[in-house]
């Protein structure tokens, strides 16, 4: 079965640079979340997509942005990178914005230098 | 606000043991979900069971069942004849019907030894 895909797996940036992590939900998943989880930590809720809107916002710095597109995948932009933003994001699909079923992406581990 | 603790950090047991990973949490709300995933060293997310709040019987799955007390807002995991492959970071966590995110528990490591 498809299962929700995320790229790239590993990513390594310098501070103040740019990135772009992807996330290809399952097909027919409308809605997507972005997760962060650092070090030793539990994951932290980013940012929530429901048919390319905006559904919920969690803890997401202003540099980052999210959107998701007519394909229903979604991207995740990081600007002016901190040694901080070092975390594995997850990317989450579910079959609509009321199911309670999340699939997790296996992650993408970013690590700024 | 809702919130998911988890006061056990690590736990250890041997093989073919049974543990019971504890999760207690926070809402007012009444339509939720309760979930506990595992995180094995690959750091995959896997689901390992799901229950839903307006359900009384607890959820089973194979080796794993749940414990769940909704007037105590308790939701234990309890993982009978354990296996090596069950060594992983265990997180509960709480889904709020309308609020389109899942809340995740600090986790508890779980090391089983042979």
């Known amino acids: 079965a498809a299962g929700v895909i995320q790229s790239p797996r590993h990513l390594i940036k310098e501070k103040r640079e740019t990135a772009t992590l992807k996330c290809y939900p399952i097909?027919?998943?409308?809605?997507v979340y972005w997760y962060q989880q650092g070090p030793g930590q539990d994951p932290q809720f980013l940012i929530s997509?429901?048919?390319?809107?905006?559904?919920d916002k969690g803890s997401i710095p202003d540099r980052f942005s999210a959107q998701q597109f007519s394909d229903y995948h979604s991207e995740l932009n990081m600007s002016s990178l901190e040694l901080g933003d070092s975390a594995l994001y997850f990317c989450?699909?579910?079959?609509?914005?009321?199911?309670?079923?999340?699939?997790f992406g296996s992650g993408t581990q970013l690590s700024v230098l | 606000a809702q919130t998911v603790t988890q006061s056990q950090p690590e736990m250890s047991v041997q093989e073919a043991e049974t543990v019971t990973l504890s999760c207690t949490y926070d809402?007012?709300?009444?339509?939720?979900?309760l979930f506990w995933y595992k995180q094995p060293p690959s750091r995959q997310m896997i689901l390992v069971i799901r229950?839903?709040?307006?359900?009384?019987q607890n959820a089973t799955e194979n080796r794993f069942s749940v414990n769940f007390q909704k007037a105590a807002k308790s939701f234990s995991l309890k993982i009978s004849d354990s296996q090596l492959g069950d060594t992983a970071m265990y997180f509960c966590?709480?889904?709020?019907?309308?609020?389109?995110?899942?809340?995740f528990g600090q986790g508890t490591r779980l090391t089983i030894n042979p």
């Open positions: 809402t007012s709300e009444s339509n939720y979900y």
């Open positions: 229950q839903e709040a307006y359900k009384q």
């Open positions: 997509f429901y048919e390319k809107m905006q559904s």
């Open positions: 966590a709480f889904y709020i019907q309308g609020a389109q995110k899942l809340v």
């Open positions: 097909p027919r998943h409308d809605t």
């Open positions: 989450a699909s579910s079959l609509s914005q009321v199911d309670e079923k999340l699939f």
